[in-house]
């Protein structure tokens, strides 16, 4: 997600010129959510498809850390500084006592409860897909995690904590710029539900198109070049195109895919490790069979 960055760092020169206040955010206000019964298992399961641990591991040097738990603070190198996802498990340190709404404008919004605006490295500009109900019930899942203890690091940035500031607040000018606003994910009706169930879960949580889709002037996902690949997010290499994948061989049909995304190069299929996706396809090995198949027939069906 460097060249995201890079971008945030621009706008963040542009905010200093153009104005404070139109970078402000605007966090939706507690009753923007009705009712709620949280499911656990559901939140469970859209955990996994977003792959919430795999950025919040705790720090590879920490050998004592429990890796099932997203306690943080694994370094994530930008050409900006040296980032650090922070502890998101229910302790004081983490996001324990956060509620509803806090939750909700951090992953849909990326808002944090200070009211100041995350990095778009936390794939929020994806995640504001997601129905409030899934984001709640994702929230319900990670309060019955265990508390862990840890706390997060500043980021590394040559310029310090100045520098973080007008950063931060520039990213609101970047999040105009690149369209940001709440999307929540609308069904085609042309389509069935197993298609939908996939285009939800590759747009939505797993924010597939953050890396698979290239980028525009603005940094945000070119939408007429959706899921058609590009350079990698984070500098090194390319990503492959998720289209045409049944004209061009890469998979004979969705239930082919679908094997792929569960077995990944264990079972012979290339280009499923390298680049950051080895991460993503385990998550996708958790996920139900139907989930799997559901993101298989969305994906065979772009062309
Ligand atoms: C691609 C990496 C990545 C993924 C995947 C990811 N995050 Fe994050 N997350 C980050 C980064 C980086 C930050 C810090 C952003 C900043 O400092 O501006 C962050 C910040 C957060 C915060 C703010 C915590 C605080 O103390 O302010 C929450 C809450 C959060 N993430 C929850 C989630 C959840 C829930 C998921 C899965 C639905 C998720 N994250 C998936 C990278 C990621
Ligand atoms: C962190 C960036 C990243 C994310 C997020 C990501 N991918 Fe990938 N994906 C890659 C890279 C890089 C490769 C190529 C890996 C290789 O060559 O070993 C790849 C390869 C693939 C392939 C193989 C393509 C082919 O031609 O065989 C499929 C299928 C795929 N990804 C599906 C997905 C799906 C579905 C999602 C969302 C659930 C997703 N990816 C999310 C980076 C990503």
Not at 69 to 74: A, E, F, I, K, Y
Request: proline share 8%.
């Amino acid at each position: 997600m460097k060249r995201i960055l890079a971008a945030g760092i621009i706008a963040g020169g542009i905010a200093a010129a153009v104005g404070w206040i139109v970078a402000a955010p605007d966090p939706l206000p507690a009753s923007a959510l009705g009712a709620h019964a949280a499911n656990v298992e559901n939140g469970k399961r859209l955990y996994t498809a977003a792959g919430c641990l795999s950025c919040h591991l705790p720090a590879k040097d920490d050998t004592e850390a429990d890796v099932s738990l997203p306690s943080g603070g694994r370094a994530l190198k930008t050409p900006a500084g040296v980032f650090y996802p922070p502890n998101i498990t229910p302790d004081a340190t983490g996001i324990g006592g956060w509620t509803g709404i806090q939750f909700v404008n951090a992953v849909k919004g990326g808002i944090s409860p200070q009211n100041t605006h995350y990095l778009p490295a936390f794939p929020y500009t994806s995640y504001a897909r997601m129905t409030n109900s899934d984001v709640l019930d994702i929230k319900a899942y990670m309060d019955t995690l265990k508390p862990v203890q840890a706390s997060n690091r500043q980021p590394d940035l040559p310029l310090g904590l100045p520098a973080e500031t007008v950063m931060r607040r520039g990213l609101g000018i970047w999040k105009i710029a690149a369209g940001f606003g709440p999307v929540e994910f609308a069904r085609d009706a042309s389509r069935d539900e197993v298609w939908n169930r996939g285009a939800y879960l590759v747009r939505g949580p797993g924010h597939c198109g953050e890396c698979h889709t290239p980028r525009n002037w603005a940094m945000a996902l070119d939408a007429s070049r959706w899921l058609a690949g590009g350079p990698h997010p984070e500098g090194a290499g390319k990503v492959p195109s998720l289209r045409n994948l049944k004209a061009r061989k890469r998979f004979k049909d969705a239930k082919d895919l679908a094997t792929a995304l569960e077995f990944g190069e264990t079972l012979g299929y290339d280009k499923m490790s390298s680049g950051g996706m080895a991460a993503v396809q385990t998550n996708m090995s958790k996920l139900p069979a139907e989930d799997r198949l559901a993101i298989a027939t969305y994906l065979m069906s772009l062309e």
